[in-house]
Every structure is written in structure tokens, then in C-alpha cells.
Nanobody, 124 residues
């Protein structure tokens, strides 16, 4: 099992940027696809972005395409999510997760280990 700790959330105005980080413990990080997901108040958790083990392949939900960028640094056991051009509807708790599969998917049920989340609030 891998322990995941997110950071970098906060309050930002619409149009602003944030960079989220997710630090993982354990050697399994570099061999696992990773994903970012989010959950807004009163809504179901949804996928945001995913990345393969080496960081050479990524996938994005439609809401994230062109604005968010996922990346990873296996030497630091960290996966990142750069959030640009933020909108009030991006307000949510953002979670990182480790996939139980060998390839990244945008399906949250394919992810076995989850962090506690970091709050992102975008004001209009």
C-alpha cells in the first residue's frame, strides 16, 4: 500500500493558477499509474487527469483539457497537477490516487490508494 499526501490547494481568483502536489510513500509509486480526481460539494467524485508510470502518457477529462497539466517526478515520489485559468466551477476537494492497473484510466474504481484531499476554492 502507498500513503498519499496532497498539498498546494487554496483560495484563488477566477483566472488564477495553482499547483497541487501529491507525495507518495513506498517504492510502488514509480511502478504505478496515478490520477487526480475531484469532488465538489453535493456532487459525485469525478476524474480530472491521469498519468502513466513513466510520465510519458497522460489523459484528461474534458473539463481539464487545455487548462490543467498532470506530471510526475519519480525521483521525488511526487505527482503534480498544474491548474491554470481556474473557474469557480473548479472549486472542489482534489484527490490523488494510485491505480491498481498497469495503465492509467479515468475510472475512479480502478484506483486503490487515495490521499486525504486538498481544497481548491475559486472565487468569481
Amino acid at each position: 500500500q502507498v500513503q498519499l499526501v496532497e498539498s498546494g490547494g487554496g483560495l484563488v481568483q477566477a483566472g488564477g493558477s495553482l499547483r497541487l502536489s501529491c507525495l507518495a510513500s513506498g517504492r510502488a509509486f514509480s511502478t504505478s499509474p496515478m490520477g487526480w480526481f475531484r469532488q465538489a460539494p453535493g456532487k459525485d467524485r469525478e476524474s480530472v487527469a491521469v498519468i502513466n508510470r513513466s510520465g510519458t502518457s497522460t489523459g484528461y477529462a474534458d473539463s481539464a483539457k487545455g487548462r490543467f497539466t498532470i506530471s510526475r517526478d519519480n525521483s521525488k515520489n511526487t505527482v503534480y497537477l498544474q491548474l491554470n485559468s481556474l473557474k469557480p466551477e473548479d472549486t472542489a476537494v482534489y484527490y490523488c490516487a494510485r491505480s491498481s492497473l498497469s495503465i492509467p484510466t479515468l475510472t475512479q474504481y480502478d484506483y486503490r490508494d487515495w490521499g486525504q484531499g486538498t481544497q481548491v476554492t475559486v472565487s468569481s
